[in-house]
């Protein structure tokens, strides 16, 4: 952390001043302009803490982190994520699923929601950023996080269902937050409560950023995209309400065709995608060369190698939140007698959502070319730390011109797409941070309103700010429960270990029955 | 082992025609009924987790539900008489489910009430008597 960054506390009460005497003083300043003053400075401080990088590099602790976090996952669990692959589609087939159990939530159904948090704007915005600023190489260390992630994905969705809470009316609630206070407590380490109360803290901040902030932020960016520029905070309001109407409100019909389309918008993405992979076949040898050169020269990227291997681990890690501990809230509501079918099924999230569904985006980008070269060197062309484009674009903006070169109609089913997306994912992580709130404050219909009043408050300020502070806080907010989550992975990790040891034996032995 | 009849059975006429012919059967050749009541269910819709959460306890509900405001008043009407009737209710697919039930139950036939004409929502989405003679493991009597 700086020093600066320490010292920008006094600007948020002067901006907060500012905010509240601009109907006198600051005509000059739109309501977005000093939405974003305030938030930058006073998030500033956090993000820097977060992405510190190593004394002496430029490499984000974070995300060294993170990387050796999964690979520890991946030789603890002896490749989990290949080992069990066969049998965790098997799971989601139902091929184990007891017909008495009918009506239950099945595995497909767990693993289509926890997948409708994940998919969305980090696989079509985040995407582009990584490959914006690391370059095509940037893809290749995502697909490598997104392979490792999967050993972190089951280890904490395992232990999500093995300890979560079961009240007398059927209902459940889990996550890092039960995990982390009983499994310390059942192998006797102390502080398991202190990480629990951090990672509620850090769960709320990445449930107002990432998960929603972002969101809005980005749903904006698209919808004026197409019908032109106007306030950030217009849009920030109707998403606000809708979203009200929905958790608030308890209007389940908005939410529920949201359920139901979205799943049908992630399979139109990758089929377009894979529609112009196809007409463009000549080209991807060309771009999956470009990806492995990328990824070990950075083909003259800014940052080199490293900054395409940080940028794609962190756009990864956003992306299918592979030890953030977030999913572990979403499936721990499932009911299964064994904690380990739903850590199996889980490992299927990060394959989908980064190793399918981002490399497509990336494909895509690469291949329309619409990232610029410089003709003399072969090198992209970068400016202020971007690479520069086509159309001057970043973001969500990047996948949009990139799609459009191609299919000139698609960047309004991908304006569709992103809100609805947006929108999904907002419903998702107000239910994590929920959990969360209510794990520090208790159940309550008064405390679960405060929160979810406050969610949308933040739905406005997410679609007023500027991209660039939204996405560094929502970064390091969902990073940070990524810290605290990892450390009770490893203390856990012995016994997610003999859960899949006996699970395994079992189902060799045929004790654990196949019912197709 | 005594012959076993599967009767699928929804609150409605179509349903009470389909148990009462069943009953007029079972009397005639000394048969035993199960009497299946099938809450539309799939494993692989899409739900919220605020939904996912609640599941196993709505699912209990809706047990309760079905059991006591269809089943249980049912069972009440019906005059016996000397013949075996058990209740079953399941989740799952219509058709499907009531296979199901027979094969567990090694019943010689299934019967169901015919709810529709030929309308053009059976046209559209097939119709559970449609459904039951493409799949039925076992013979099907389809009550008008």
Request: with cysteine; net charge negative; proline share 3%.
């Amino acid at each position: 952390m700086t020093f600066k960054n320490l010292m920008s506390w006094p600007s948020v009460l002067g901006a907060a001043m500012a905010l509240l005497l601009s109907s006198s003083v600051a005509q000059a300043a739109t309501v977005d302009e000093t939405v974003n003053e305030i938030f930058a400075s006073s998030t500033g401080w956090f993000v820097s803490l977060i992405f510190s990088s190593f004394p002496g590099t430029s490499f984000p602790w974070i995300v060294g982190w993170l990387v050796v976090a999964a690979t520890v996952f991946t030789l603890y669990f002896m490749f989990i994520q290949f080992r069990g692959f066969s049998h965790a589609i098997a799971l989601v087939k139902g091929d184990y699923s007891d017909p008495n159990d009918a009506g239950e939530v099945s595995h497909f159904q767990a693993l289509a929601t926890a997948l409708s948090g994940t998919v969305g704007l980090g696989n079509i915005a985040g995407v582009a950023v990584a490959v914006g600023i690391g370059g095509p190489g940037a893809t290749f260390w995502m697909i490598l996080a997104g392979l490792m992630g999967m050993a972190s994905k089951f280890t904490e969705c395992t232990l999500g269902v093995k300890y979560r809470n079961e009240y007398a009316n059927g209902t459940v609630s889990g996550g890092p937050m039960y995990y982390l206070t009983k499994g310390f407590a059942e192998r006797g380490i102390p502080g398991g409560k202190i990480l629990a109360v951090l990672f509620a803290i850090f769960c709320i901040l990445g449930a107002l950023g990432g998960g929603n902030m972002f969101q809005a932020n980005q749903a904006h960016q698209q919808i004026s995209g197409i019908v032109g520029e106007y306030p950030g905070w217009i849009t920030g309001i109707v998403f606000a309400g809708v979203v009200f109407a929905v958790i608030v409100g308890g209007l389940k019909s908005i939410a529920s065709v949201t359920e139901k389309v979205v799943p049908f918008m992630g399979i139109m993405y990758v089929a377009a995608a894979l529609i112009i992979l196809l007409v463009n076949y000549d080209k991807i040898g060309w771009a999956i060369g470009q990806i492995f050169e990328g990824a070990f020269t950075g083909l003259g990227v800014a940052g080199g190698f490293v900054g395409a291997l940080i940028q794609g681990f962190k756009r990864a890690a956003f992306s299918n939140e592979a030890g953030v501990g977030s999913a572990a809230i979403a499936h721990s509501a499932v009911r299964t007698k064994e904690p380990i079918t739903e850590g199996l099924v889980s490992l299927l999230e990060p394959l989908i959502d980064t190793v399918v569904i981002c490399t497509m985006t990336a494909l895509v980008i690469i291949i329309t070319g619409q990232m610029m070269t410089d003709p003399a060197t072969g090198n992209y062309i970068v400016e202020d730390g971007m690479i520069a484009t086509v159309g001057g674009v970043s973001g969500v903006g990047l996948t949009s011109a990139a799609f459009g070169s191609a299919i000139s109609w698609f960047p309004y089913v991908l304006a569709l797409a992103v809100v609805l997306f947006a929108f999904s994912t907002m419903i998702s992580w107000s239910y994590y941070g929920l959990k969360a709130w209510t794990y520090l404050f208790g159940e309550g219909k008064g405390k679960e309103i405060a929160f979810k009043v406050i969610f949308c408050v933040f739905v406005v300020i997410g679609a007023a700010a500027n991209l660039g502070p939204v996405i560094d806080f929502s970064d390091a907010a969902i990073f940070a429960m990524a810290v605290v989550n990892i450390i009770g992975l490893y203390f856990l990790m012995p016994i997610v270990k003999r859960e899949l040891d006996s699970y395994l034996s079992r189902l060799q032995s045929g004790e654990i029955k196949k019912f197709k | 082992m005594a012959n076993v009849l599967v009767v699928g059975f929804d609150p409605s006429s179509a349903g009470e025609r389909a148990v009462d012919f069943a009953m007029d059967l079972a009397k005639l050749s000394g048969s035993a009924v199960i009497i299946v009541h099938v809450l539309e269910w799939s494993p692989y819709s899409f739900l919220t987790p605020e939904e996912i959460e609640e599941r196993h306890a709505r699912r209990k509900e809706e047990l309760s539900r079905a059991k006591e405001s269809i089943i249980d008043p049912l069972v009440k009407k019906l005059s016996a008489g000397g013949i075996s009737v058990e209740t079953s209710i399941r989740y799952g697919h219509v058709a499907e489910t009531l296979g199901a039930v027979a094969e567990e139950a090694g019943a010689s036939q299934i019967i169901i009430g015919r709810t529709g004409g030929p309308g053009i929502a059976s046209r559209l989405f097939g119709s559970v008597a449609g459904a039951l003679a493409q799949s039925s493991p076992v013979p099907c009597t389809i009550v008008p």
